[in-house]
């Protein structure tokens, strides 16, 4: 079987927010790429909210698990790809990116890079 994926994807866990239509949940990440994310919430979405479509998502980018100070948080208009229930409660979420500004977009790449390093 062929990866018809555009991007690599990254497995990494950072702490996220996503804000579906004005309802905040917080997760963490569970792989990423320069298009798109998979997010596991805490909270079973309703039907209503994983077919929400737009949403906003803030990660906390770390490097070595160590929030950088001098770093902003990532934040990105988003769109709900998928969900699924996750095994032992909660919903796993795909999200790809919408277009991001310069800013938010350099400080990806820079993540993505220092992740491809190790």
Partial sequence: MNNRREHARYQVAVAAELDLNGELFEGETRDISAGGVALLIAERLSERQASAGRAELTLILTQDGIEDPNEAPFTVKAEVMW???????????????GNAGATEQKQLERFLAALAEH
Avoid: C, Q, Y
């Fill in 83 to 97: 969900s699924a229930e996750a095994d032992g409660g909660g919903t796993m979420v795909g999200l790809r990116f």
